[in-house]
């Protein structure tokens, strides 16, 4: 009978020591941040500026794919991690019925990346260095919605911080 118990509990403790633990990355993680991006007043830069019907689309990706904010000040963006650039067609007034209130401009962001590891559960993320963007000039620049771009922070490592203010 001891034997038996014996052998029972062996089994048993060999069974559960050869248990792998569950690796599961924690939703309060960090992971790859996005690009956080505020809108100011051109003719008073130190006020905020609400954007109304944004529409923002990346160029690279069919129409369907497009990100839509209606009276914010302040948006995110996801970058692309496989590449060194994202590009967006920023619209505004896009749900307009009047054609000559819609406007699009674009935007292109640079960037170095980085991959740092996290951890086994949450393996690794992407952290964008050396930040930089380019407006694509329209042959009228009174067109331009987006009259002027700021970068606030080169190196987008986190979403805690304003990456980029837009003038308009």
């Not at 990355?25 to 109304?52: A, G, M, S, Y």
Request: aromatic share 10%.
């Amino acid at each position: 009978m001891k034997r038996k118990l014996l052998f029972i509990f062996t089994v048993l403790s060999i069974g559960l020591s050869s248990c792998e633990r569950d690796d599961i990355c924690p939703e309060n993680t960090p992971t790859t941040p996005r690009l956080v991006v505020q809108f100011f007043d051109i003719n008073n830069p130190e006020i905020q500026k609400n954007i109304n019907e944004l529409v923002i689309q990346s160029v690279d990706t069919d129409n369907e794919n497009f990100i839509e904010y209606d009276n914010v000040s302040e948006i995110i963006l996801p970058l692309k991690t496989n590449q060194n650039s994202t590009q967006f067609l920023m619209t505004i007034n896009a749900n307009s019925e009047n054609e000559s209130d819609i406007n699009t401009d674009e935007l292109i962001f640079n960037y170095a990346r980085r991959n740092v590891y996290i951890n086994r559960a949450c393996g690794y993320k992407v952290e964008f260095l050396d930040f930089q963007v380019t407006q694509i000039e329209e042959s009228n620049e009174d067109l331009e919605w987006i009259k002027a771009t700021a970068v606030q922070q080169p190196n987008i490592d986190n979403e805690n911080e304003t990456h980029l203010f837009i003038y308009h």
